[in-house]
């Protein structure tokens, strides 16, 4: 009887959509509540926050890689930033690390990475019409562009934007009498990721409810691509991490603005003192860290996620260990949450709640080598093609490896006491969690630019960008860790001054400034690839990488609603790859059992019988709805 | 647009009823729709937004010592050495000058905001059954209850601005020497109550619970319109009341735990 009707109910909704009128372009390009259009735009606010950000690395690298550089070529951008001696202003040295880090955490790998993939695959890899609420959906959107104009706008006042580095700690953030950077700058700071906080809330409520509620009719959770597993767990993370932000920064504010004193105690500036007392700023790192720890998971999960689904199909394999992967990536969650304080070995925690952080976070390194050791296992003795999101997949579990092995030592409070602080903490996460989620980043752009845009990007320049990068990065990061080892600490202006520093390893710092500078040009030739496939790419078909997944049985310019008539069901996982006695070498998840009786498992078999039922399961499709 | 389905259960070899089909897709699983399940997920993130700031709460309460007979003396006095017992802070009525009465009227404030989420109960229910007066009185009564707790609100933190008729004596260090000074209630800098941290944290975390309530207030307002012109009646049903009273619920919550560390401990 509800079949009936739900079918009765879709042609008069068939009907009346004949009739909807085609909205302007306001509706359909910049307030869009179409998933696809949100993506889009992430993806696109995304790369531009990226040349920002990597940007201002480049500034600063200059400076640490040629201290003795005139740099008054860029004063066209910088202005007085560069002083009369054609120096980089050592206050604004200190706003470029701190807008370097925030810019790229979360504007480019959290709104760029997540907001993208999030927005453009839980639809279409689940099988829904569209994201839950599309209007909350294109609200996130709007509060994070806010949230870019206002971190971008204190980029260009005149005591320069918060640099406090990308942690703000305080009394340093604090106290606007502290540092140029701790004026209106810091304000800013502060609005704009408030703002972005209700951003990534209303987002990710909509994940995760989408994930939920709006899955197909034989869509089970133990037939969701690993994408969506990944993606579902990251926006749980930011469930329950962002908020601890927002209380932090709150305090903050206060504290900055109207006299209170949570993070204030006993200070003297300027030879004055304050009258605050009570406050601790260790409370801010134990808030703050109760967000920043999630948070390199909410920036590296989508893209071992994307890795997964990219690794596979391009192995033509089933990616090994499925139900282990998907633990791990609980595992990886849940202790997410209970690590944040091996950030805080040297402030002054009591050494025993410091082992047992320490003993946390290396159970850390079991989920992970389990998620490295099957990348790995799924590779073997594959099929491999590789296109050029296979290499950046790759390439990200090379980082995630070498990064991860000295996440190993950092982990250890005991080795952590001696490099706190260095280079090579800088080396360590920029590799497992920088390079890496951009590299998951990247191969995401590159395997799903077909759906996304109707066209393929161009593989040579594919493979160009790939070896470029790959290497580039490893010449950066690969040699920091020396200069860690070495002593040199992070967020230092020049290292001139000091004796163990002084004639040691300036050319290492050189070379890595160079290798930055070829990893940054290298860049454009993706840019350029971007934009030109984009216009002008081979037109793409319907499943360029033959792939198992529903969003490849879109049309190839899937429109408002993602399927013309119904949404498919789905009948069997998607790692069908290669199964033994198939005619081809992937079988979508929307092919019954029932037509591939030469490849079924015993197993299999049985589920047939099940298959009535899954289609007769068609209640949750959103345009059978009223709305 | 709630599922409205029955779903035909199985029965497995335990004789167990199991509904194998709940999770399989192409339904609401937990037969909830996504507008509720929403609100859900942002309570639970609420959930965190005051817990980091109850937290923060905890750990500058304990880094004081509380009044202790033995070290500070027999007769209880307001000082910023030790954390004040909040039976000698919180202890006026209104219209009831001088009269010492521990925690009575933030008992009044508690009953009044438990009381408003008994009627949004009442007004729920009222939805089910489709019946547009009693959601409206209902609501209404909700709403009273909202604004008569901001009131006493308003009144509370009033009187504990304004202060005791004495005032509290502090010694302060300035430029060396020891001054003496009396200051009259609280700000967000000094005290006469206690240590600043504790205005502080008072301010802060009644203020940010009072927003909420605010907030709550303006939705019911917002619901009880809609109510009233009929909307959810031609919509056939009265979920949204349903929403926001989860958020009403909600907010009551958080007083009962604001109210535990600010009044009780």
Same mark, same amino acid.
């Given at each position: ?38 993506? #889009? ?31 008054? !070529? ?6 007085? &930033? ?60 709007? !509060? ?76 089970? !959770? ?19 991490? !962002? ?223 790939? &070896? ?70 081979? #037109?793409?078909?319907?499943?360029? &990488? +033959? ?76 345009? +059978?709805?009223?709305? | 647009?709630? *599922? ?55 750990? %500058? ?42 925690? %009575? ?20 229910? *009222? ?55 009396? %200051? ?14 504790? *205005? ?66």
């Amino acid at each position: 009887m509800a079949t009936v009707s739900a079918n009765s109910a879709t042609v008069a909704h068939a009907a009346e959509h004949d009739h909807h009128e085609p909205q302007s372009f306001w509706r359909t390009y910049i307030f869009s509540e179409d998933h696809k259009t949100i993506a #889009k735009q992430y993806l696109i606010s995304g790369i531009i926050w990226s040349i920002i950000g990597i940007s201002l690395s480049v500034m600063f690298r200059l400076q640490l890689g040629f201290p003795n550089m005139k740099l008054d !070529f860029l004063r066209p951008i910088l202005g007085s &930033w560069i002083n009369e001696t054609g120096k980089l202003d050592p206050d604004f040295y200190l706003a470029l690390v701190t807008m370097h880090g925030t810019i790229m955490v979360f504007f480019v790998l959290t709104a760029g990475l997540s907001g993208t993939f999030s927005n453009f695959l839980i639809p279409l890899q689940v099988g829904a019409r569209d994201m839950a609420s599309g209007f909350l959906n294109m609200l996130s959107y709007w !509060f994070f562009f806010l949230a870019s104009m206002i971190m971008l706008g204190s980029l260009f006042i005149e005591t320069g934007p918060a640099s406090g580095g990308w942690v703000i700690y305080p009394p340093l953030s604090a106290l606007p009498q502290a540092h140029k950077g701790s004026e209106l700058g810091m304000t800013l700071w502060l609005i704009s990721m408030a703002l972005f906080i209700v951003s990534q809330l209303l987002g990710g409520i909509n994940y995760i409810t989408t994930v939920i509620n709006l899955r197909t009719r034989g869509m089970s !959770f133990s037939k969701l691509p690993l994408t969506i597993w990944a993606f579902f767990l990251t926006a749980v993370l930011g469930l329950i991490s !962002f908020p601890v932000l927002l209380s932090a920064a709150l305090l903050l504010i206060f504290d900055r603005s109207f006299g209170t004193s949570f993070y204030l105690s006993e200070i003297y500036i300027k030879g004055e003192a304050l009258p605050n007392v009570g406050g601790s700023p260790i409370l801010f790192q134990h808030l703050f860290w109760f967000l920043g720890h999630p948070e390199v998971y909410i920036v590296l999960l989508p893209a071992l996620g994307m890795t997964s689904e990219i690794i596979a199909t391009n192995s033509r394999k089933p990616i090994f260990g499925y139900r282990a992967m998907i633990a791990s990536m609980m595992g990886i969650a849940f202790l997410a949450f209970i690590v944040w304080a091996h950030h805080m070995f040297v402030t002054g925690m009591n050494p025993f709640l410091g082992s047992i952080f320490m003993f946390l976070t290396l159970i850390i390194a079991v989920p992970s080598a389990v998620k490295a050791f099957n990348y790995i296992t799924t590779l073997w003795r594959g099929n491999i093609r590789f296109t050029p999101a296979m290499l950046f997949s790759i390439g990200l579990v090379s980082f995630f490896i070498s990064g991860g092995l000295t996440g190993l030592i950092l982990g250890n409070s005991a080795l952590d006491i001696q490099l706190h602080d260095t280079y090579f903490v800088v080396a360590h996460f920029h590799l497992v969690m920088g390079a890496a989620s951009a590299f998951g980043l990247l191969a995401g752009v590159y395997h799903w630019f077909p759906k996304m845009f109707g066209r393929m990007m161009n593989e040579k320049l594919g493979y160009v960008h790939f &070896w470029l990068t790959f290497i580039g990065i490893y010449l950066v990061f690969f040699p920091m860790h020396y200069v860690g080892i070495a002593g040199f600490p992070r967020r230092y202006y020049a290292f001139t001054s000091y004796d163990f520093t002084k004639n040691i390893f300036a050319d290492m710092n050189a070379f890595i400034s160079l290798a930055a500078i070829f990893t940054f040009t290298a860049q454009w030739v993706f840019i350029y690839n971007f934009v030109h496939s984009l216009i002008k790419g081979r #037109k793409a078909t319907q499943n360029p &990488w +033959k792939s198992n997944t529903l969003e490849w049985t879109t049309p190839i310019n899937p429109g408002h609603g993602n399927w013309p008539g119904e949404i498919p069901a789905v009948y069997r996982w998607p790692y069908d790859y290669s199964k033994p006695g198939a005619k081809d070498d992937f079988i979508p998840q929307n092919v019954p059992y029932s037509q591939t009786p030469e490849s079924n498992l015993p197993h299999e078999n049985e589920l047939i019988g099940l298959e009535k039922e899954i289609e007769a399961q068609n209640l949750n499709d959103q345009f +059978k709805q009223p709305h | 647009m709630a *599922a409205t389905v029955t779903h035909d259960t199985l029965t497995t070899d335990s004789d167990q009823v199991f509904d194998k089909k709940t999770w399989m897709g192409g339904v609401e699983p937990m037969k909830v729709s996504y507008g509720k399940l929403m609100m859900w997920f942002f309570l639970i993130s609420d959930t965190f937004t005051f817990s980091a700031l109850l937290v923060t709460y905890g750990l %500058i309460r304990y880094s004081y010592p509380a009044w202790d007979p033995a070290v500070f003396g027999e007769v209880f006095k307001f000082s910023n050495l030790y954390w004040p017992s909040p039976e000698h802070v919180y202890n006026s009525v209104p219209f009831l000058h001088g009269v010492n009465l521990p925690l %009575i009227f933030v008992g009044i404030m508690t009953f009044i905001l438990i009381f408003s989420s008994v009627t949004m109960v009442l007004a729920v229910e *009222a939805g089910h059954r489709m019946d547009q007066a009693d959601v409206e009185k209902y609501m209404l009564w909700t709403i009273l209850g909202g604004i008569a707790f901001l009131g006493s609100q308003a009144w509370e933190w009033s009187h504990f601005i304004h202060g005791t008729e004495t005032g509290t004596t502090i010694n302060e260090l300035v430029n060396g020497q020891t001054i003496q000074r009396t %200051i009259f209630g609280a700000n967000l800098v000094e005290n006469q109550y206690g240590p600043p941290a504790f *205005a502080d944290l008072f301010f802060f975390i009644t203020g940010f619970h009072g927003t909420h309530v605010f907030s709550g207030v303006v939705l019911n307002v917002l619901i009880f319109y809609r109510a009233a012109t009929g909307l959810y009646a031609r919509r056939g049903h009265y979920e949204m009341v349903e929403k926001v009273g989860l958020y009403w619920h909600f907010v009551d919550l958080v007083w009962v735990f604001v109210f535990t560390f600010f009044y009780l401990v």
